[in-house]
């Protein structure tokens, strides 16, 4: 019987740099579950994918993985679930008790997660545990035609519940918005309710700077809600095509001790578990990092393995081999990429190309989807293709955050 198999649920890029991770510590082939087969797992021989129609759906989510325990545990020692969306995310935890019988399932229990992925309910624990957030107003559905009059524009629109917007769709929608006037922001939330959507929507104060005022944290939290990993982010530069807004095309690991403490003594006094993923904004007007959202699984990016902190091994070391872990904040500077160099060059701040090219002449800098031990012509097209796509998007969609553009 082998040791262990880690499980993966998704199969995007998120997937990939998990399975990646795995791969690079242990060896081990991972199996990728999801409704349909994306493109970063195609052709690779690292993840072996299988598809379920309407897995996202309680009954077929908990039917397959309840068979695919019940198979895989007479061939290893342990099965690590591992989610790399956050509708997924919401399923493993609200069957976290069924699961259990087969499964290590990293992960807080629902009546946390419910606290922390409502993005009104989340800044209310800010509030709490004093953590600095933009100036926020919360918009329903039952009264969003008599929306204020007096907003300082431009205003971030974006909706509270990440998960339920994800089922809607409409002329102009977008991940999130900056709208720059009261006709645009009304025209937005009333685009989104008129689609079906009937979470609220989160109007808040737009943090001046550009893309590298931006921020991101990855943490992982053990068994027992201690800390062990923190990895913090100095976002270069962001996707801007219309689905990807707020994703990340560049990041450079870096360090802020007093940002580690400060989260990590929020981390432990909720009893956080499993990974967890911060947004973050620096407002040069007082000095602060204000927080977006707390994402309840890893981040997409590869940076955190990519300087040091292997994530794969972190779940691996405490469920499988029991090792005590120290704990880590990273404090390496490495330059993850989404996008080809011509366009992160061509795009980011110039106070940051000075770095970058440091970085890439020391070879401190890589990408998720490339990776040599999974090297097949099939493949290299595929990541040259998708390289290749990132530059029309950014040739259509930069600086393009409004409603319509």
């Known amino acids: 019987m082998k040791k262990f198999k880690p499980i993966i649920l998704g199969t995007d890029k998120n997937a990939y740099s998990m399975a990646k991770s795995f791969h690079q510590a242990y060896g081990v082939r991972c199996l990728a579950l999801g409704k349909k087969r994306m493109y970063p797992t195609r052709y690779s021989r690292i993840v072996t994918v299988e598809v379920f129609p309407n897995f996202d759906s309680d009954e077929v989510f908990l039917q397959t993985l309840l068979k695919i325990g019940k198979d895989y545990c007479q061939k290893y020692e342990k099965l690590i679930l591992i989610s790399c969306g956050d509708s997924y995310t919401e399923l493993l935890v609200r069957h976290k008790d069924e699961l259990l019988q087969y499964f290590v399932v990293p992960y807080i229990n629902q ?32 009264d969003y035609k008599a929306l204020p009059k007096n907003f300082q524009f431009p205003v971030a629109v974006k909706a509270a ?23 645009e922001l009304e025209d937005i939330v009333d685009r989104i309710f008129s689609a079906g959507y009937r979470g609220n929507i989160i109007i808040q104060d737009y943090i001046p700077g550009d893309d590298s005022a931006g921020w991101v944290l990855n943490t992982y939290s053990d068994a027992n809600g201690k800390v062990k990993m923190m990895c913090l982010g100095d976002v270069v530069l962001e996707h801007y095509g219309p689905y990807e807004i707020g994703n990340y095309a560049a990041i450079i690991s870096s360090y802020n001790k007093e940002l580690y403490d400060k989260f990590k003594d929020f981390l432990e006094k909720i009893g956080y578990v499993g990974f967890a993923h911060f947004d973050l904004k620096y407002d040069s007007r007082d000095g602060k990092y204000k927080l977006f959202e707390i994402n309840l699984r890893q981040g997409r990016s590869y940076y955190v393995t990519g300087a040091g902190c ?21 404090d390496k500077n490495w330059l993850w990429l989404d996008v080809p160099k011509s366009v992160l060059l061509k795009y980011a701040n ?13 070879g401190k800098y890589g990408y998720t989807l490339f990776y040599w031990q999974d090297f097949s012509p099939p493949r290299l097209a595929l990541v040259l ?3 290749n796509i990132n530059k029309k998007m950014f040739r259509l969609y930069f600086n393009k955050r409004g409603l319509f553009g």
């Open 310 to 330: 292997n994530m794969g091994r972190l779940v691996v070391d405490e469920y499988v081999y029991q090792k005590k872990q120290p704990l880590i904040y990273c």
């Open 111 to 142: 009546a946390l997660h419910e606290k922390l992925e409502n993005k009104d309910n989340f800044y209310q624990m800010c509030e709490k545990h004093q953590l600095d957030y933009p100036k926020t107003f919360v918009c329903r559905f039952e």
């Open 350 to 362: 110039p106070l940051y190309h000075k770095q970058i090219k440091e970085l890439l002449k020391k």
């Open 385 to 387: 293709k998708l390289h």
């Open 161 to 183: 519940d990440s998960i339920r917007y994800l089922e809607v769709e409409f002329p102009g929608r977008k991940k999130a918005y900056k709208a720059s006037s009261q006709k």
